[in-house]
């Protein structure tokens, strides 16, 4: 079993910046990667980045390249996601997310593990 906790959301204004983290423990050494998804209100959930635990390779959806950056802190057992000139459509409940397995990055169904997320609201 592994337990993911996200935080560092909050509320910030448009073009503004935050950094979220995501707390992984237990069996951490299960984890092949982790990623992070957004939920917006009547959306579905949405694929934003995953890194690869060993390598750091990461991968982005397109929708927020440039402007989102994953990273980890292996020690830690820690990934985060830096967030730069956020948008009022990039509100959204924010959820970290742990694969035991490779495969197709942006497919839900790739995660075991989901965090509780962080609410994340921008103004406009």
């Known amino acids: 079993q592994v337990q993911l906790v996200e935080s560092g959301g909050g509320l910030v204004q448009t073009g503004g910046s935050l950094r979220l983290s995501c707390s992984a423990s237990g069996r951490t050494s299960s984890v092949y990667a982790m990623g992070w998804f957004r939920q917006a209100p009547g959306k579905e959930r949405e694929f934003l980045a995953t890194?690869?635990?060993?390598?750091?390779?990461?991968y982005y959806a397109d929708s927020v390249k440039g402007r989102f950056t994953i990273s980890r802190a292996n020690a830690q057992n820690t990934v985060y996601l830096q967030m730069d000139s956020l948008r009022p459509e990039d509100t959204a409940v924010y959820y970290c997310?742990?694969?035991?397995?490779?495969?197709?990055?942006?497919?839900?169904?790739?995660?075991?593990?989901w965090g509780q997320g962080t609410q994340v609201t921008v103004s406009s």
């Open positions: 890194v690869r635990w060993s390598t750091g390779t990461t």
């Open positions: 997310a742990a694969s035991k397995y490779g495969g197709r990055w942006s497919l839900r169904s790739l995660y075991d593990y």
